[in-house]
C-alpha cells in the first residue's frame, strides 16, 4: 500500500475524533455569536476521504519532494476539520473575525480573494470573498473530558450565506467536475452568478446599516 493511501486509511480511523471536535468547536462559536447579536448558521464537518485523497494526490505532485511519512501530510493538510460561518449580513465579518481572535488560538489568517493566484477561468468578477482562520481550540474553554481535542486543528471559514451557496456551485462544478470540463457558456454564467452575489452583498450590507441608523 502507497504513502497516500496508508494516510487515507488512518484518516478514517480518527474521522469520528475530528467530527467531534468539530461539533464543539462549532458549538462555542454559535454561543459567542448569538451573544453578540450576529446572525449566522455554523455548521462543521470532518473532511471527505475521496475529496482528501484528491488533495493529497495534488500537493504531493506539486512539492519538491514528495511526502517522505503520514506525519508531513497530517501538518500539510490544515483543514482536516472545518467549521463554516455563513453571515446573514456580509458587514458583521469584522466583529466575527474578532470573536474568533478571542474563543480561538489562532495559527494563521488567510483572506480571500487571493490575489496572488491567478484565476483558473476568464471571469469578470473578482470570485470566492472570504477569510479562513487556521486555529486551535484554547485549554482554558474545555472540560478535562473535552481536552483531547485541543490538537485538533480546524479550519473556519467565515463568508456571507451568498458566498458560501455561490462557492460550493463553483467548486463542484469548476474544480470536481463529474461531467468533463465546463464550456465557455457555462463558466461566463457562474461568473455571471458571482456578480449577482457580490450585489446581494452590497444589498445587505446598505440593508444592515439602514436598520442600524
Known amino acids: 500500500m502507497d504513502l497516500i493511501s496508508q494516510f487515507i486509511e488512518n484518516y478514517k480511523k480518527k474521522i469520528p475524533f475530528y467530527e467531534a471536535a468539530g461539533r464543539l468547536a462549532a458549538s462555542q462559536l454559535e454561543t459567542a455569536l448569538q451573544s453578540a447579536g450576529i446572525r ?13 485523497r484528491s488533495k493529497v494526490t495534488r500537493r504531493n505532485s506539486q512539492r519538491e519532494t514528495p511526502y517522505k511519512n503520514m506525519r508531513e501530510i497530517y501538518d500539510d493538510i490544515a483543514d482536516l476539520c472545518g467549521i463554516r460561518v455563513s453571515l446573514y449580513f456580509p458587514g458583521d465579518r469584522d466583529k466575527t473575525g474578532d470573536l474568533i481572535r478571542d474563543q480561538f488560538e489562532i495559527q494563521s489568517i488567510r483572506h480571500f480573494p487571493d490575489l496572488s493566484k491567478p484565476p483558473s477561468y476568464n471571469r469578470r468578477f473578482s470570485g470566492y470573498w472570504a477569510t479562513h482562520y487556521r486555529s486551535l481550540l484554547k485549554e482554558d474553554t474545555l472540560t478535562h473530558a473535552q481536552k483531547r481535542y485541543i490538537s485538533a486543528r480546524l479550519e473556519i471559514q467565515v463568508a456571507s450565506l451568498l ?3 455561490w462557492s460550493e456551485v463553483e467548486h463542484d462544478l469548476v474544480y470536481k467536475p463529474l461531467q468533463g470540463r465546463l464550456s465557455e457558456e ?28
Open 163 to 165: 458566498m458560501h451557496a
Open 40 to 52: 449566522a448558521m455554523v455548521t462543521s464537518r470532518a473532511k471527505n476521504p475521496d475529496r482528501l
Open 186 to 213: 457555462e463558466l461566463a454564467i457562474i461568473d455571471e452568478l458571482n456578480g449577482l452575489v457580490l450585489t446581494g452583498e452590497i444589498a445587505l450590507e446598505r440593508l444592515q446599516s439602514a436598520g442600524d441608523k
